[in-house]
């Protein structure tokens, strides 16, 4: 039986159907637990602010995708370095 989601679970909130998935996902793979972002948007808000603790630095293209600069700035990083791709001459 196929089910359709309406949306992204940021907006519909946590199915079932979500539960499930993740719970056949991490027996596969043998781990203890499957966390599934449904977007981009939501990966990016979800890991940098996991991985990057306040006071730390991220180093970022000054072209990143929003939902990047929206994950630094949730991670309340002290310094947010920008360049421009290929160009890292401040770094010398």
Not at 53 to 65: A, F, I, L, P, T
Request: proline letters at 2%; aromatic letters at 8%.
């Amino acid at each position: 039986m196929a089910q359709d989601v309406p949306g992204s679970r940021y907006l519909t909130g946590t199915l079932d159907l979500h539960i499930e998935l993740e719970s056949r996902l991490a027996a596969f793979f043998k781990t203890e637990g499957v966390l599934l972002f449904s977007t981009g948007y939501m990966t990016a808000q979800g890991i940098i602010p996991t991985l990057v603790q306040r006071g730390e630095y991220v180093v970022s293209d000054k072209d990143n995708h929003a939902c990047i600069v929206a994950g630094n700035l949730m991670a309340k990083v002290q310094l947010l370095k920008l360049f421009v791709i290929n160009i890292m001459t401040w770094m010398i």
